[in-house]
């Protein structure tokens, strides 16, 4: 994987962020945007600033094969449940 970009944007519509599975609302501050190269391929995700320093902290062990999108609480490493 190529990381690309990493930065904090304003957005201008809604997304959903890929940690906490929410809404980010348009107009947000501080949202992350990352693009990346995958397998070739353009890739894009969104996350709140406190949910892409949240995924900095987790054992690697742990999200290397991927996670379920939403499983974590916003900006922390705890699962929601």
């Known amino acids: 994987m190529t990381m690309l970009q990493d930065k904090v944007i304003k957005t201008r519509t809604i997304h959903v962020c890929v940690w ?4 980010i609302d348009a107009e947000e501050e501080g949202v992350q945007y990352r ?3 995958l397998d070739g391929d353009f ?3 969104w996350w ?3 949910c892409w320093e ?3 902290r ?3 062990e742990e ?3 991927g996670f379920c999108t939403g499983t974590y609480s916003r ?3 705890e699962y929601k449940g």
């Open 58 to 60: 987790v054992p690697y």
């Open 75 to 77: 900006g922390g490493v």
């Open 43 to 45: 890739m894009w995700e």
């Open 48 to 50: 709140h600033p406190e």
């Open 35 to 37: 693009v990346y190269v």
């Open 54 to 56: 949240a995924v900095k």
């Open 20 to 23: 906490f599975w929410e809404d």
């Open 63 to 65: 999200v290397e094969d």
